[in-house]
């Protein structure tokens, strides 16, 4: 069992930069594709971005290409996401989760959910 602690979340400014952390406890981390998602109030919770098991494969949302960045230090356990220029339309909470489905884009092939860190970029 994998269980993520998101943080790095805050408020910034449009163009602004965060990088968020999904620390992640179990032995079994460095076993599992990792994903990010966001829920916006309101709206549905949609896939962001997912790394395979090495870090070699990488998946993003057309809306978050060549903005954002995924990796991953399975010496740590950790999870990063890199998100640069940001803007008001990435205001979200945002969520990591375990990969155990086949569907890497889609919510309900992801367990083992955190809590989420709140991101709200400012116009």
């Known amino acids: 069992q994998v269980q993520p602690v998101e943080s790095g979340g805050g408020l910034v400014q449009a163009g602004g930069s965060l990088r968020l952390s999904c620390a992640a406890s179990?032995?079994?981390?460095?076993?599992?594709?990792m994903g990010w998602f966001r829920q916006a109030p309101g709206k549905e919770r949609e896939f962001v971005a997912r790394?395979?098991?090495?870090?070699?494969?990488?998946y993003y949302a057309d809306s978050v290409k060549g903005r954002f960045t995924i990796s991953r230090d399975n010496t740590k356990n950790t999870v990063y996401l890199q998100m640069n220029s940001l803007k008001p339309e990435d205001t979200a909470v945002y969520y990591c989760?375990?990969?155990?489905?086949?569907?890497?884009?889609?919510?309900?092939?992801?367990?083992?959910w955190g809590r989420g860190t709140q991101v709200t970029v400012s116009s």
């Open positions: 179990g032995r079994t981390f460095s076993t599992y594709a």
């Open positions: 989760a375990t990969q155990v489905g086949s569907v890497p884009t889609a919510p309900n092939a992801y367990d083992y």
């Open positions: 790394i395979s098991w090495s870090g070699n494969i990488k």
